[in-house]
């Protein structure tokens, strides 16, 4: 692929929203970085590592998986990007507006729930539990998705 030709998932530019966020945080704005946030952004979806490499690879980028496992790490200690745990591998996400999850057990496919949705069922959580989610918490749900039941 030529130096002018670009693909929007390793696309390494980068809004100046991003770069800010980045620096906000104290992260350099690395390819890796961008490339990262530029795929998830346009992805919409949680992926586990092996996808965010395999998505890249066919972009034309090779990344090694190391690179990719500490920019996801780096992302989500600072809060821009969360993990999921499941069966199988953990899958990351944007963490943009506050959602909860749905994990297949069968698959390892990851949905997200707005928060919104289930603002009742945190608060019954909560009175029945005494657990209070913070602002970063999660409901998990587990049960098997439409494809595999």
Do not use: K, W
């Not at 696309?11 to 490339?35: E, K, N, Y």
């Not at 953990?90 to 057990?105: F, K, L």
């Amino acid at each position: 692929m030529s130096r002018g030709t670009r693909s929007a998932h390793h696309d390494t530019t980068a809004s100046p929203d991003v770069r800010m966020l980045l620096r906000q945080h104290g992260l350099r704005c690395t390819p890796s970085r961008i490339r990262v946030l530029n795929l998830f952004s346009e992805s919409g979806r949680h992926l586990s590592i092996a996808e965010v490499c395999g998505r890249l690879a066919r972009a034309g980028v090779a990344v090694h998986h190391t690179t990719i496992y500490r920019t996801l790490e780096s992302l989500t200690a600072i809060g821009l990007m969360h993990a999921v745990h499941g069966p199988g591998a953990a899958r990351y996400g944007i963490s943009a507006e506050p959602h909860h999850h749905t994990v297949c057990q069968e698959c390892g496919e990851v949905s997200a729930i707005a928060s919104r949705h289930l603002t009742d069922a945190v608060g019954r959580v909560e009175e029945l539990t005494g657990l209070r989610p913070d602002s970063s918490g999660s409901l998990l749900v587990y049960g098997r998705c439409a494809r595999c039941d």
